[in-house]
């Protein structure tokens, strides 16, 4: 039988292949060493071991420093074609423009709690109100909100549409139970005040993006684990919620700092994670386990316990009767489809959780053509 040969398509493909490979070649070193030195100088300032020995930390697989340097590229990407350069574009256009300035509405540096960094910004709607209030978590890390001034344009816009919006500066200590904290007491703030200036305490909702909606997530549930604890230590003391004992002690301390949670009307989660075990094991793929933000904020053990997802699961299951009147009415997960940083089955996995537990409004958005 005769044997078969390339097409003129096949052949060409190759030629086209060597062709591109042997113009490269000149430039595969620089890449090399500028890849090495981009992923090395990231794991310097990122990798909390490398305060105790660089040298030891730093990757020195190709393989590895490959799917390293993919992992921060993606996470630029993710930057530039999510809320981060709108965020900044705005910011840094309403600092520049005028006539923003006028028709700004907020009240600034408002005390919320005993410490003097618990301030907020208070923005008041100058057309008709509708009643409803917001209260915005940033993103961009668990421990504080460095970056809040730049939600400010966003905030301004919303208060545009009739609604209040407050922009409080929380995380005062550098943990995520204290940035929790600090939350709560915000939140009990605008409860208390609302009528003061105008607004329906029944109507607040809060929003988080990225690490703020992780933490609004598990602000919200609050009230249901409480209530699940406090009937559960009634029939069996030291009852277990979470399989790991570990983890239920670490959410144990965590409900017992949110003291008094008000039932918040609802939530708006944008670009979130909910299960840090999931999202610990995706790092760990992209090899980039030590440097990122989950990864400073979550010691070993406690990832289940700061899980909302997790958590909904593990009240749905051991729950006979949990009445939904303990969660938010309603509550919006919004995500784009191509985000690699924190991935679209987070948002997913986080709605069937909600959705089975009976939150009577839960609805999802997904950006088909967008990153974060």
Avoid at 106 to 131: C, E, K, N
Avoid at 240 to 264: C, F, G, K
Wanted: net charge positive; charged share 20%; with cysteine.
């Amino acid at each position: 039988m005769a044997r078969k040969l390339w097409s003129w398509r096949t052949c060409a493909w190759y030629v086209g292949v060597l062709s591109v490979a042997l113009a490269l070649l000149p430039f595969a070193v620089p890449i090399t060493i500028i890849g090495y030195a981009v992923v090395w100088v990231y794991t310097w300032t990122h990798d909390p071991r490398a305060r105790k020995n660089f040298v030891k930390v730093l990757p020195v697989d190709p393989r590895r420093v490959f799917r390293c340097g993919q992992a921060l590229w993606a996470g630029m990407l993710d930057g530039l074609g999510g809320p981060t350069a709108a965020l900044v574009w705005t910011f840094v256009a309403a600092k520049l423009s005028r006539s923003s300035r006028a028709q700004d509405t907020a009240v600034r540096d408002i005390q919320y709690g005993p410490l003097a960094t618990h301030r907020l910004d208070l923005f008041v709607p100058l057309s008709t109100a509708t009643g409803a209030v917001i209260v915005i978590f940033p993103g961009y890390r668990w421990s504080r909100t460095k970056r809040a001034r730049m939600y400010r344009p966003m905030a301004q816009t919303l208060c545009g549409d009739g609604l209040f919006v407050v922009l409080p500066r929380v995380g005062s200590q550098g943990s995520p139970g204290d940035a929790l904290e600090d939350f709560h007491v915000a939140v009990q703030w605008v409860v208390a005040n609302a009528a003061n200036f105008g607004a329906d305490a029944g109507r607040v909702h809060v929003m988080g993006c990225g690490a703020g909606a992780h933490l609004c997530a598990m602000y919200s549930l609050a009230a249901p684990l409480r209530t699940w604890y406090a009937q559960a230590d009634r029939m069996a003391r030291g009852a277990q919620l979470l399989a790991s004992a570990e983890a239920d002690a670490a959410l144990r301390r965590t409900v017992r700092r949110i003291r008094h949670p008000p039932r918040v009307a609802g939530l708006v989660l944008v670009s979130g994670v909910y299960d840090i075990i999931a999202q610990r094991r995706y790092e760990t793929d992209r090899c980039i386990e030590h440097l990122t933000a989950a990864a400073r904020a979550f010691a070993n053990g406690e990832e289940e316990a700061w899980s909302p997802a997790l958590a909904v699961r593990a009240l749905r299951r051991r729950s006979s009767v949990l009445p939904p009147e303990l969660f938010p009415r309603s509550v919006l997960l919004i995500h784009g489809r191509h985000d690699s940083t924190f991935e679209l089955a987070q948002s997913q996995r986080m709605f069937r959780e909600l959705c089975a537990v009976g939150v009577p409004d839960v609805q999802m958005k997904i950006y088909a053509n967008l990153r974060r």
